[in-house]
Each structure stands twice: as C-alpha cells, then as structure tokens.
C-alpha cells in the first residue's frame, strides 16, 4: 500500500469512528495497525469504502484476535464458522474476528463466493454475507448471490459491477497467497494471537487458547504495553516463527510472495508446525491392521466410509506399504462423521467383514463404492466381496461390532481427530488426504528414532507404546456441568411422564439443521428409557425477528414455525407438527423474493404442515394473527439466557448442560449414570 494511500485511509476512518464514537456516547480505542478494518460488524459501514483491509468483526482493542482462514465451500469451514459465532457470543469485550480467504481449487464455488463476500465487503457488508453463503453451501451459486445481495441490501449496480471487478478478484488471490506464505495450504485454519489451530476443533480447544491469551494481555497491560501494540506483542511472542509475518501481512498490508495462489495449492504442502507434537494414540489389538507385524512405525488412520477425502487418502497409503514394506503397520480405525449418515453403517459393515477375515476385502469394495453405502446395499458388498451374507445381516442386525466403532470415536476425540481422513505416524499427526511425500518425511525421521529405541535395547513389538506413552490427550469436558439450572416445565411440550427421574431440557430453533438432526436421537432415547425419561422442548429461535437476544437474524424463517408449533402445543399436536417441521425445514421458507412475499408463503407451508398434523387449520391460525405466543417464547428465551444459552442444539439434563456428543448411546450411559448416582 502507498504511504499516501495508507494516510488518507486512516486519516478517514479515524474520524469516522470518533464520529461513530460520539453517537454511541462509548470511547473507541483505535486499531493497533497501519490499515484500518473495512468491514467491522455493527460498526461504521462506511468504514468499508476508505480501505480494502479484511473484515474485522468485534472490538478494536480486543485483548485476543483469531484470524480465520476459510473456503465458503469447504463443509467444515462451516461448522467451524458456528464455533467461532459461539466464541464471540462468549467473549463480546475480548476477542476479535479476522477473515481471510483461501478458496480450495478443488471447491469449484469456494472462489466466486469468496469474490461475491468481498464484493458486499465493499459496501460494509461482508458479515451478513458471510452468515448467507454459510448458511446456504450447498445452494453456491451465481443467482442466489444475487438473490442474498438483495437480501441484504446492496446496491444491486454496484454489486454487479464489482463482481466482475479484477481488483476484487485480485484481492481474493491476495488472501491466498498471505494463507500461502502463512502454511495455510487446507481450511479452516485459525491463528489466536499467533497461536495456530487447524481444523474445525471443539470449542473448549479454542477456549483454552483464548483463556490463556487473555491472562497474557493482562500481564502485558499491567507491564505498560499500550493498547494499540497489544496484538502485535502477543503474535510475535506466540509464534516467533510467523509472527511478524501475520502482523504484516494480515494487519499492515504487506505484500506477501507472488505467485499463482492455484500453483501454490498445487506444490508440496509443508506438515503443520506443531506436527511433531506426539498424541497419546492407544490400540486395542483387536483393529484392523497391514504390514509389518512388528514394524518400526506404526501409521494409525482415522476414516469414513462416507468422505470423499478418505478414499482420496488411500492412493499414498498404497505407496507407504509398497515403499517400506514391513517396516511399517498401518492400523485402521473407524470415525464416521455424524453428518454422513451411511457412516456408522458401513463401519459396521467393515468390522463384520473383519469378522469373517475379510476387512480389507470390503474396505476397497465401499471406497470404491461411496454412493452405494444404504443399509440395503451393503448386504450386496457382503455378497461380492466372498462373505456368508446370512452371517453378515446377522452381524449387522445385531450390531455386533458398534461398540468398537463407538471406541474408536472416543479414541479419536481424545487425540483431536474431529475430521477426516486423520493420521498419526508414531503419534504425530497429519490431517487430510496428503501426498505421499508428505507420509515419507515423517516415517524416515521415525525411522530413524525407533531403530535407535531398538539399539537402546526396547523390543521392536514394544518401540510403538514406548513412542506414545507419554504423548498428548484432549481430556473433553465432563459431559454434565457442575452449574444445575431450575427450569420451569409448566406449559413446556413435554415428551414422556412429568413423574420421569431424567428430564431433558432441549432448547430448539426450527431452522437449525443440527437441531433437526438431534431431534431422533431424544425421542429414541426417551423411548428406550423405560419411562425414566422426559423430554422437554423450549424454543429458542436464532432470530432478531422474535428474539431480543439475538444481535441478527441468522435464520429468518425461525420465528414463524415457533408460533406455530405454540399453536400446535395448543391443540395438543406439538409433537407431530414438530416432526413435519424438522422433516421439511429447508424448504420451509423459499429463497426467492421479497422478504414479505417469503414469509407468506412460508406461512402457506406451515399451514398445510398443520393439517398434516392434524390440527384445526383456522384456529391455529388464529392464535398465530392474535400473537397469543408471545408470553410462552419469551419465557423460554429467558430462561435459556439464565441458563447462558447462545446457540442451538442446547441440552441441559436435570438442569445440568450436556457437554458430549448427542449420540444414544453416549446419552443413555450418562442417563445410567445419573440413576446410578455415580455422576
């Protein structure tokens, strides 16, 4: 950037946020860097036509800065994105956002997204796009970012013409490149105050990170660090290695290295800075394995059936075996991912081929098959891969082998493996379907290592355990809070006997897809619980229109279906309509159109979802005209704010929030254990 051009941009968007100060009656601290943000979220939109800095949501003398380096095509981008929403809810005073771009060349609409949020960026309004293009990954697409554009209030001349805007595209390759120079070669990938994290992690992982940031900022305050160098100092003192790179290429406009970004993609990706970190990852005996029998490296992977990456990933394990022969044991683990919804049953499937010797028969026959993996499918792989079929559906019917799967899991969240593919050699991790090189360097450094373990007198049998006995662990948080909430059941929909032991609380969103996705797994444990169990439904819609808790409106068609399920609780069909909704929440509201016209006719639909159900059509629509929900939401919005609620899914069981993952059978032993008085 030119030093006059710098001058001006920040001359400009010093007077505009002492303006935006003044209005606000709240001193604004100004930014710690030479290029001032262009996008900051509920700030002055202005602010976004002085300078072309990335967009910064949050305050400007945040204590912390997570800078996120993302894909809108890239489907755990997405679910990082929630994490991160989460992550600013927490922390409003103390953490900051800042996004940059790496559109994966394998995403075909990763970069016209990424030109269409940059392209609202120049108007001030890169975040609601954001939220949109999250939102909606798999409807990316030239016609809806127009239809969102409008949705958000562009100017639809100006949006157009910058789309086509070289600069804007330019600016876009620019953002790969500082990923480029930055190691950032796969998305999403965080830097918190320099520090890096990679992956869609859980939130406490975060967390420490921020925690630990903020204790340092307050050292650095106290010590006489001025406000506007506090995010330079904690960045070079976390990461003396890229520091100074992030801070002049993210915040100062630095120019980083030239170079096609698609050629950058395309060369040897580097193994993640903190890969020789060593994770404590622990065998049974009893996985499916090849190699060696008593190899110098053991490489454990973690996969699903069901993810394109995974059966990318086995083309350089073919090379591993192929290259070093015995001295390496590749080790198989399941990890189906709660998205994939033929996961769990496939790795099943490969377990009960196990079963009959024949794993690594059916592990070829479903990755070559990954579109055929319906439960009614796999007795046909059974059949072609040499299996007594009869044997197999038996196996499967039994589930014989899910608690294997599910330790794998277990497994897997210890040691971070949240994705997949996930390797480890010798403990030390490598994510995502990486070139053989990548394998190599780290199996020759372990090679070495472990025939120096066999020198020193360790068996070659015992070189793996010796490796990753003292390696790291993610210890996930206790599935139940210490914090007990009273909540109030009167007037709740509630599911099972006001008499039952466990009660759940569930707070919902109509238009929340993990919510839809959740939904079964209560109603299934519920049910099996023998009448121990209640199910308590509270609504908590992620939406200004009816939520005053809510800063925006994430999801518009939200509020509408919560009066209606009210209107539904009132004539005793809560239960119903609330299947019908779930089952057709992505189609509830359309996507064309005028706000208005949509409401209408997702108003239509919830109408025709009500006969569905069996309600009394005018009547329910009736209570909805006459706003007779309004007591009832508010109250369930209260309480979840008591209850420190700010996103959906949230689960509390008897007044506890439920911390692990919402799968039957992880709900149903923290039930068991709640009953057994042991937790």
Same mark, same amino acid.
């Given at each position: 950037m030119k030093k006059d051009t710098a001058i001006i941009a920040i001359i400009a968007v010093a007077v505009l946020a002492f303006a935006a100060g003044s209005m606000l009656n709240k001193p604004q601290q100004a930014p710690a860097t030479a290029v001032a943000p262009a996008d900051v979220k509920a700030t002055a939109p202005a602010a976004a036509a002085a300078t072309q800095a990335n967009p910064i949501e949050g305050p400007a003398d945040a204590k912390v800065t997570i800078i996120e380096i993302s894909d809108f095509q890239c489907p755990f981008c997405s679910k990082a994105k929630a994490t991160v929403d989460e992550l600013l809810k927490d922390y409003p005073k103390d953490v900051r956002l800042v996004f940059v771009n790496q559109p994966l060349p394998f995403h075909p609409n990763a970069k016209p997204s990424a030109i269409a949020a940059w392209a609202a960026h120049k108007q001030g309004k890169f975040w609601p796009m954001y939220d949109k293009l999250f939102s909606n990954q798999r409807d990316l697409g030239d016609a809806n970012y127009t239809k969102w554009a409008q949705e958000?209030?562009?100017?639809?001349?100006?949006? =157009?013409?910058?789309?086509?805007?070289?600069?804007?595209?330019?600016?876009?390759?620019?953002?790969?490149?500082?990923? *480029? =120079?930055?190691?950032?070669?796969?998305? /999403? $990938?965080?830097?918190?105050?320099?520090?890096?994290?990679? %992956?869609?992690? /859980?939130?406490?992982?975060?967390? #420490?990170?921020?925690?630990?940031?903020?204790?340092?900022?307050?050292?650095?305050?106290?010590?006489?660090? #001025? %406000?506007?160098?506090? *995010?330079? #100092?904690?960045?070079?003192?976390?990461?003396?290695?890229? $520091?100074?790179?992030?801070?002049?290429?993210?915040?100062?406009?630095?120019?980083? /290295?030239?170079? &096609?970004?698609?050629?950058?993609?395309?060369?040897?990706?580097?193994?993640?800075?903190? &890969?020789?970190?060593?994770?404590?990852?622990?065998?049974?005996?009893d996985e499916p394995k090849k190699g060696g029998k008593d190899p110098l490296v053991t490489v454990v992977e973690f996969t699903d059936f069901q993810c394109p990456f995974c059966g990318k990933a086995r083309g350089a394990l073919d090379e591993v075996e192929k290259n070093y022969g015995d001295k390496v044991?590749?080790?198989?683990?399941?990890?189906?991912?709660?998205?994939?919804? *033929?996961?769990? %049953? !496939? =790795?099943? !499937?490969?377990?009960?081929?196990? &079963?009959?010797?024949?794993?690594w028969e059916m592990e070829n026959r479903l990755f070559s098959n990954q579109g055929e993996l319906d439960a009614e499918k796999l007795p046909g792989h059974a059949k072609e891969v040499g299996l007594d079929v009869a044997k197999f559906e038996k196996c499967m019917s039994e589930h014989k082998f899910k608690d294997n799967v599910a330790k794998d899991v277990a497994t897997a969240d210890k040691v971070t493996a949240t994705g997949t593919p996930a390797f480890f050699i010798m403990g030390r991790k490598l994510g995502g379907a990486r070139p053989f090189d990548d394998f190599k360097k780290i199996i020759d450094e372990e090679l070495t290592k472990a025939e120096d373990k066999v020198k020193a007198g360790i068996a070659k049998k015992d070189v793996y355990a010796a490796t990753i006995k003292d390696g790291k662990e993610n210890i996930p948080p206790p599935p139940l809070d210490t914090k007990v909430t009273e909540f109030d059941y009167n007037g709740s929909p509630m599911l099972g006997s006001k008499d039952a032991k466990i009660k759940i609380v569930e707070f919902k969103d109509f238009q929340c897809p993990f919510c839809a996705k959740v939904s079964p797994t209560l109603k299934q444990v519920q049910k099996e619980s023998n009448g121990?169990?209640?199910?308590?439904?509270?609504?908590?819609?992620?939406?200004?229109?009816?939520?005053?808790?809510?800063?925006?409106?994430?999801?518009?068609?939200?509020?509408? !279906?919560?009066?209606?399920?009210?209107? !539904?609780?009132?004539?005793?069909?809560?239960?119903?309509?609330? &299947?019908?909704?779930?089952?057709?929440? =992505?189609q509830m509201m359309p996507q064309d159109g005028e706000m208005d016209a949509r409401l209408k006719a997702e108003t239509e639909n919830l109408k025709k979802y009500a006969k569905d159900a069996g309600m009394d059509v005018a009547k329910a629509e009736a209570y909805v005209t006459g706003k007779k929900y309004e007591t009832k939401l508010n109250k369930d919005v209260d309480e979840a704010t008591a209850a420190g609620v700010r996103g959906t899914p949230s689960l509390f069981i008897n007044g506890r929030q439920y911390n692990a993952a919402p799968r039957p059978d992880k709900m149903q032993q923290v039930i068991q254990q709640l009953l057994d008085g042991k937790l």
């Open positions: 958000i209030g562009l100017d639809m001349g100006k949006f =157009a013409a910058d789309l086509k805007d070289p600069t804007v595209a330019a600016a876009i390759d620019r953002d790969q490149r500082v990923a *480029n =120079a930055l190691g950032v070669r796969g998305t /999403p $990938g965080f830097f918190i105050n320099g520090v890096s994290l990679s %992956g869609a992690q /859980p939130k406490e992982e975060f967390k #420490k990170i921020i925690d630990e940031q903020i204790k340092k900022a307050n050292d650095a305050l106290a010590s006489g660090t #001025k %406000g506007p160098d506090l *995010n330079e #100092k904690l960045t070079k003192d976390a990461n003396p290695t890229l $520091g100074a790179q992030i801070i002049g290429l993210v915040f100062k406009g630095n120019e980083p /290295p030239a170079g &096609d970004p698609a050629q950058a993609q395309a060369q040897q990706r580097k193994p993640p800075e903190d &890969d020789k970190t060593v994770w404590k990852v622990e065998l049974t005996g044991q590749i080790v198989f683990k399941n990890r189906p991912l709660d998205f994939h919804k *033929n996961a769990q %049953g !496939a =790795a099943e !499937a490969s377990l009960c081929a196990k &079963d009959q010797g024949k794993f121990k169990v209640a199910v308590v439904f509270k609504h908590y819609p992620l939406s200004s229109q009816c939520n005053k808790k809510m800063p925006r409106d994430m999801h518009p068609a939200a509020c509408l !279906a919560h009066y209606w399920s009210l209107a !539904a609780q009132d004539q005793g069909k809560f239960w119903e309509f609330e &299947d019908i909704v779930y089952q057709n929440y =992505a």
